[in-house]
């Protein structure tokens, strides 16, 4: 029995720490930049400048309607998933559409004032990309939340239970990558499969875009 529990400890602990490496990757590659990705401060910077734009809220707009147009270009996504290397079996392409979902989520949290550093920051961002999900998280880890996720709601948690939602957040990242096994193979439909998944991973970014947009904006965003 003794040799048993051991066992099972032990496949827990290679467990967590896949979940944790999971989540660290991603938001590495995210924020800090991956190949042909400039880091996520650069993104935000891109928009800062352009002069175009009347406010923060059409920035952040413009660049959330950017970076699912990318999402839809599989090509792009295919030269991305070449260079990323996740600790578990994940698809390339599934990967890099969270990368690019993190960068982007990095670059509006920087449009509106915030500091990417912080790991409040970047766990706000790992509950943008998980969605309706982010929320359960957040709830099972005794969190109380309103009708949306919000940076507030993690500025007072203790560091060790930041930590948790963010192994909790791995673990689910598995599962959700399973439910888009069906949308992977209708990529191989030619012809069909390839704007099928396209259309699926851009309308994706788009919803964790828009989350994170009402995540980080402030009572009042600035010009």
Not at 137 to 156: D, F, H, N, Y
Not at 158 to 171: D, S, T, V, W, Y
Request: with cysteine; hydrophobic share 40%.
């Amino acid at each position: 029995m003794r040799e048993r529990r051991i066992g099972v400890s032990k496949q827990e602990s290679a467990e967590d720490h896949g979940a944790v490496q999971l989540v660290k990757k991603v938001l590495d590659y995210g924020i800090d930049g991956a190949g042909p990705l400039s880091p996520a401060s650069s993104l935000a910077e891109e928009y800062k400048i352009d002069v175009s734009y009347e406010s923060v809220d059409e920035r952040v707009d413009a660049l959330i309607r950017w970076e699912a147009a990318k999402n839809f270009t599989s090509g792009f996504i295919t030269g991305l998933g070449g260079i990323v290397t996740l600790p578990v079996a994940i698809p390339a392409s599934i990967g890099a559409s969270w990368i690019i979902q993190a960068r982007m989520c990095g670059a509006i949290a920087t449009l509106y004032g915030h500091d990417i550093r912080s790991d409040r920051v970047r766990t706000m961002v790992l509950l943008a990309i998980l969605g309706d999900l982010g929320k359960e998280i957040v709830k099972e880890a005794g969190v109380k939340i309103g009708q949306r996720l919000s940076l507030a709601m993690l500025e007072k948690l203790p560091g060790k239970l930041l930590a948790e939602i963010n192994k909790r957040i791995g673990f689910r990242l598995l599962p959700k990558a399973g439910e888009k096994g069906f949308i992977n193979l209708t990529k191989m439909v030619p012809g069909v499969g390839g704007v099928i998944g396209g259309g699926f991973d851009a309308s994706t970014c788009m919803a964790v875009g828009h989350i994170a947009k009402h995540s980080f904006k402030p009572t009042r965003s600035r010009p």
